[in-house]
């Protein structure tokens, strides 16, 4: 899942299309020339996108919108950090046992990533922190949190924003 901006020509051919489902406005996808989908980098599979926000000023608009269809490492990161996140929910005192039993994606890379996965990698290091004395808040943050070093990919889109030459 991923929310992705988008910067169309004309701010009434963004679809009017929100969470709650279509509006009944008639602007759609198809209103500007070759679509808003080729004005993304990323082609949504569903079109119409629902927007979570836009901002239209003149013959531009900015729409925030919401694609679930996008896998990167910026999605199998956010799928990490949430499994993550759910053991500080669900867990009182420490969460180390919790960490520790995440589901790992499979594959023979160590750093890949998925839905619903922590990559392999990501748990053996939050195990090396842990058995190197750091808290489990610690070893989270060194770890899941910061991401770069166990999620394939996750290191060069911090680097340059995922924009490759």
């Not at 979570?52 to 729409?63: E, N, Q, R, S």
């Not at 759910?86 to 420490?94: F, H, I």
Request: with cysteine; proline share 10%.
């Amino acid at each position: 899942m991923a929310v992705v901006m988008l910067l169309a020509l004309g701010a009434a051919a963004l679809p009017q299309t929100s969470c709650n489902g279509p509006s009944s406005s008639p602007a759609t996808s198809d209103a500007v020339p070759g679509g808003i989908d080729e004005q993304l980098m990323h082609t949504p599979t569903t079109p119409p996108l629902p927007i979570l926000v836009a901002d239209p000023a003149g013959d531009w608009a900015t729409a925030l919108v919401y694609d679930p269809s996008i896998q990167d490492p910026i999605t199998d990161w956010g799928g990490c950090m949430e499994l993550a996140r759910g053991c500080y929910l669900s867990t009182p005192g420490s969460i180390v046992g919790c960490v520790r039993g995440l589901p790992t994606c499979g594959g023979s890379d160590p750093m890949t990533g998925g839905s619903n996965c922590c990559p392999r990698k990501c748990i053996d290091d939050f195990n090396a922190q842990i058995e190197a004395g750091a808290s489990d808040n610690a070893a989270v943050e060194a770890t899941i949190s910061y991401g770069a070093a166990c999620v394939a990919g996750f290191a060069a889109m911090l680097d340059d924003g995922g924009v490759s030459p």
